[in-house]
């Protein structure tokens, strides 16, 4: 099953089923308003709107209209958890070489994973708006999934049932933020702007067997302004699955039922798949030749994100985004 | 005017108005069905809701009921965004002495904030469920400020006008998870379990001139196990104003309705005013002699927040709750 927010003006937009080729959708109003309402009691909704999903794939839907990407929100719009974790060791690995610090052997077995905003996500076609190209604008795409109730002390192998929906994310990053602020000891947080998730929530069984261990196996693409940069495959090299980040999560804590988890920037080993943020790519550079070379995103560019199934066909439609100045600079 | 959240079984409670004293409350029902739906068209729905105030505080509301701080949940049972700060430099100075680390200057002009997790508050006598003694448990007495639709890049004096409502938080942390946590460099995030909130959150006009330079200037009390063991004035030694917390908030991102700032731990440096954290003891011990010697909290303790007005009266109502074994401890 594939959903996704459809914009009405309001702030949590109207929950919409959409058909598998991503070419018609309709209204789920008489279901559940929202996507956090069919969340807050999934398995009583989730059949009904598996109905409807039926129904449009075989051309029976009786208010079925064109789907279209651009008046997509992200599918939580807002949400009440936001955590992302660092599944891809190697992108640690490379940043850690890059500046010549060691990486603790814990990251190995270990997971690292920070709390992010959650109050005002951007839909897949909104522009990136930020108030200085001096902040280090960079891309993160990356796989997130959302889960139902999860209960605190939830082992991994209990967590993967709680696996609802899975999406793409661009966790924008402002790189340049990220050393003063990390350096005073709590995270993440100027260098954490809005992020932006894909048109399109689908439920695991859409992945067919690349959805295996807790992990989406197919490579995630990621173009910025129009070239390809990155491809690769989101099951290799994840060192901790989905249920694993999600028993990290609960260790000290429930989650509630609309808890995004994100993988972390998608990275492989093998450079020839490119990367999936500016800042890798500035890493291997300045492993190979003492500098970085290639620069942060500047107002205008775009990057767009699409993860394809063996036939090529999109699975959670395309991230399409443009960075754009906002507000005047603050220091 | 005051509002609180009441009980009925679902996620969100129901959004009463409570009378000045704290004695008699009615539902809002009528006019907002939750916090987050008042907080979402606060212009529109405010007004409506002082109407029901001041009917409820000359005894003329006719669906009035008795309050009870007990059946309540956490004014926003679950928000969007929890950002706390750590606004008491003298705190963090101590927490820094005390393990002989210097505190960069610029803490004094630059706040320390993290993410919180906001999906899962609990209510002011909901038990505090946690898994192990020897993670740390301890309790953080804080005051915390909801705002409406603050925009990027929102000055201090501009962040003034968004605070709508103000609430006391205990900010529960696991003092031993701390320090390897903060090793990582992702910041907190198994160390800070579920937080709770006063029963009720109140416009700063209920603070009269105590509401000053957006500082609360009132002692908080925090007693723990029946004994007074804090009330430093939160007005004092407050370093960043809760207008300067949401500035820094917003400075790359928007802040949307129904995010809750907190001040960070309130402490004064005048130690005759007692601690609102146990940590915050003993690093004054640890100073002294060498070594704390107060414990953290054990299961069965209790832990008592509240601030009086100057004639002696509850504001908020009572954050009061014991701290209980919950599921298995966990590696």
């Not at 919409?16 to 009691?41: E, F, G, H, N, W």
Request: aromatic fraction near 8%; charge should be negative; charged fraction near 20%.
């Amino acid at each position: 099953m594939k959903l996704a927010t459809i914009k009405d003006g309001s702030r949590d937009g109207q929950l919409a089923v959409v058909s598998r080729d991503l070419k018609t959708a309709q209204l789920a109003d008489a279901i559940a308003p929202t996507m956090q309402a069919a969340l807050d009691d999934w398995n009583f909704i989730a059949p009904q709107l598996q109905e409807i999903y039926e129904q449009l794939n075989s051309g029976k839907a009786y208010r079925a209209f064109d789907f279209d990407q651009k008046n997509c929100m992200a599918p939580l719009p807002r949400a009440f958890q936001w955590a992302d974790g660092s599944a891809y060791v190697n992108h640690v690995e490379l940043v850690r070489t890059a500046r010549n610090a060691e990486m603790p052997e814990s990251f190995w077995h270990d997971p690292l994973m920070y709390q992010g905003g959650s109050d005002d996500f951007t839909g897949p076609n909104d522009d990136i708006v930020l108030g200085s190209e001096e902040w280090g604008i960079d891309f993160e795409s990356e796989i997130a999934v959302i889960t139902d109730d999860v209960p605190m002390g939830c082992t991994p192998f209990d967590a993967a049932s709680h696996i609802k929906l899975l999406m793409l994310v661009n966790d924008v990053s402002l790189r340049n933020l990220i050393p003063a602020e990390l350096a005073k000891g709590f995270g993440f947080f100027q260098s954490k702007p809005a992020s932006s998730f894909s048109p399109v929530a689908v439920t695991p069984d859409e992945l067919a067997t690349a959805w295996m261990d807790g992990k989406v196996h197919l490579p995630l693409r990621s173009s910025w302004n129009g070239k390809l940069v990155g491809q690769p495959n989101a099951g290799v090299d994840m060192v901790f699955s989905f249920p694993q980040l999600i028993a990290h999560l609960t260790k000290t804590r429930n989650a509630r039922a609309g808890t995004i988890i994100g993988s972390g920037t998608v990275s492989n080993k093998d450079a020839s798949k490119g990367y999936s943020c500016i800042a890798e790519q500035r890493c291997l550079e300045t492993i190979a030749n003492g500098a970085a070379a290639t620069p942060f995103m500047q107002f205008g560019d775009t990057i767009h994100i699409e993860m394809l199934d063996v036939r090529g066909k999109s699975i959670f439609g395309a991230i399409d985004q443009t960075v754009k100045q906002g507000p005047g600079k603050k220091a």
